[in-house]
């Protein structure tokens, strides 16, 4: 990510390239590619996971993001920011979001 001004406005969605459900309380994502789903890339998050995907999936932003981990598991600000940037890099890497 750029600056963590940038990051912190950031508002992601959810790429046009996927589709995602919710089962048994976790996020399970699915790139399609030329047209069927690309069965070798299945995403599955863990509970923190896919609460962040569906704030992403709700047009919220990345600091967001950061501040639902910092107040639902007691992070300092810092370890939020990090931990809420990392997700959505991974997520931007992996093509399973983009910028909104």
């Known amino acids: 990510m750029a600056a963590l001004g940038d990051f912190a406005a950031a508002r992601l969605r959810r790429s046009p390239n996927v589709v995602s ?9 699915v790139p399609i590619r030329s047209g069927a789903a690309d069965l070798d890339s299945i995403y599955t998050f863990n509970e923190s996971g896919t609460k962040l995907w569906s704030m992403i999936e709700n047009g919220l932003d990345a600091s967001t993001l950061a501040s639902y981990l910092q107040s639902e ?11 809420a940037e990392a997700f959505v890099r991974d997520l931007t890497q992996e093509g399973l979001v983009e910028p909104a």
């Open 73 to 83: 598991y007691g992070l300092t600000h810092a370890q939020a920011f990090s931990d």
């Open 21 to 29: 459900r919710v089962v048994a309380d976790e996020a399970i994502v």
